[in-house]
């Protein structure tokens, strides 16, 4: 199988010849960049160094992805955010935030060809027309409920939820939209994949709060967007693990804080799982016999795909996330 074939296999949960190792987020790391000659902050608006950067998830540590949106910040700061691309030793911040209300929320008319949002495009254009149908090409946005943290401000909008439950729901509706544009745009660009970024999380909001403002939300992205999309939420997700599948969403991308048996058995086959390999010990300390442990249980488990849980930090050795890799094609 290409690496490709296998990662989409994977998510539609048919047989591989080896489990799927890919990465819906980030797996940039400093010695990469150094590997790559290709470093942040370029890489996060330079089209052709984040192409590179980004290829090194398939070239030097043999994932069946390649993913070239590393932050979380390029449409804040689209949207007119200021943001600090800071150095090759932090990822961006948003420094300032634009809105107050609903009804401030204004997608400028050139949203998709400012130099934040058109650097991921053509960094998709440049994948696709050098790798073809050889690697999965996985794009990423943010969900709206992502956006309005960055757009409002976490504090001002988590309030909102018990204060003004109804202007949570315009503002939710309205930057849906901003989601829905950057994603098609991607498609078009040449991504076999999507990763919705929308971070409820159990660390935050109750389940219900999920319920309640999201569920409906993704079920209609789902429906306008025909390509596989991998939700991604940090942070404990079981309790809301039963209201994802219902999303229609293809893969979830969930954290090491959430048991990987327990999680395969509320998903059951409705949605594929993936991860969930732990960031902040078992990766930046390099225990890599922690990281043999950890592929296993989750492949013995039955997660979809073997990846990092979330972004990793960019000052570990890119040794362990190759091993995810040798590890996983060792299970066969």
Same mark, same amino acid.
């Not at 003004?164 to 829905?180: F, K, Q, S, Y």
């Not at 409906?216 to 079981?238: A, M």
């Not at 990987?260 to 086959?269: K, L, T």
């Given at each position: 199988m290409t690496p490709r074939t296998r990662f989409l296999s994977a998510l539609k949960g048919e047989p591989t010849d080896y489990p799927s190792v890919?990465?819906?987020?980030? @797996? &940039?790391?400093?010695?990469?960049?150094? $590997?790559?000659?290709?470093?942040?902050?370029?890489?996060? *608006?330079?089209?052709e160094v984040m192409a590179q950067?980004?290829?090194?998830?398939?070239?030097?540590?043999?994932?069946?992805?390649?993913?070239p949106y590393f932050s979380v910040q390029q449409e804040a700061a689209?949207?007119?955010?200021p943001v600090d691309w800071e150095d090759p030793e932090h990822?961006?911040?948003?420094?300032?935030?634009?809105?107050?209300?609903?009804?401030?929320?204004?997608?400028?008319?050139?949203?998709?060809?400012?130099?934040?949002?058109?650097?991921?495009?053509?960094?998709?254009?440049?994948?696709?027309?050098?790798?073809?149908?050889?690697v999965a090409l996985v794009g990423k946005v943010m969900g709206p409920w992502t956006l309005a943290y960055h757009l409002f401000g976490l504090e001002p909008f988590l309030i909102? @939820? &018990?204060?003004?439950?109804?202007?949570? $729901?315009?503002?939710?509706?309205?930057?849906?939209?901003? *989601?829905?544009?950057?994603?098609?745009a991607q498609i078009e660009a040449g991504a076999d994949c999507l990763t919705l970024a929308d971070h409820l999380t159990g660390d935050l909001c109750r389940a219900e709060t999920y319920r309640d403002f999201l569920l409906?939300?993704?079920?209609?992205?789902?429906?306008?967007?025909?390509?596989?999309?991998?939700?991604?939420?940090?942070?404990?997700?079981?309790d809301r693990l039963d209201y994802i599948a219902q999303t229609g969403f293809d893969a979830f991308h969930?954290?090491?804080?959430?048991?990987?048996?327990?999680?395969?058995?509320?998903?059951?086959?409705r949605i594929a799982l993936i991860g969930n390999v732990n960031n902040p010990e078992t990766l930046y300390q390099g225990k890599m016999e922690q990281i043999d442990i950890e592929v296993a249980q989750a492949i013995d488990a039955g997660v979809a795909v073997i990846a990092p849980e979330c972004a990793v930090p960019l000052n570990m050795d890119s040794k362990g996330l190759k091993?995810?890799?040798?590890?996983?094609?060792?299970?066969?």
């Open positions: 890919g990465n819906p987020t980030s @797996i &940039i790391t400093t010695d990469l960049m150094r $590997a790559t000659g290709c470093f942040f902050p370029e890489a996060h *608006t330079d089209a950067l980004a290829a090194a998830g398939y070239e030097l540590l043999g994932y069946d992805t390649i993913a689209a949207f007119g955010c990822m961006p911040t948003v420094r300032g935030h634009l809105f107050e209300t609903p009804e401030d929320i204004h997608i400028p008319s050139d949203y998709l060809n400012r130099p934040p949002t058109r650097t991921v495009l053509d960094a998709l254009r440049i994948l696709k027309k050098r790798y073809g149908d050889e909102r @939820i &018990i204060d003004a439950p109804d202007e949570v $729901a315009g503002i939710l509706e309205r930057l849906m939209n901003a *989601t829905i544009m950057f994603a098609q409906p939300l993704h079920q209609r992205i789902r429906e306008q967007l025909d390509i596989p999309i991998v939700l991604h939420i940090c942070g404990y997700t079981l969930f954290d090491s804080k959430n048991d990987a048996h327990r999680a395969v058995e509320i998903a059951g086959d091993r995810i890799a040798d590890v996983a094609r060792r299970k066969t």
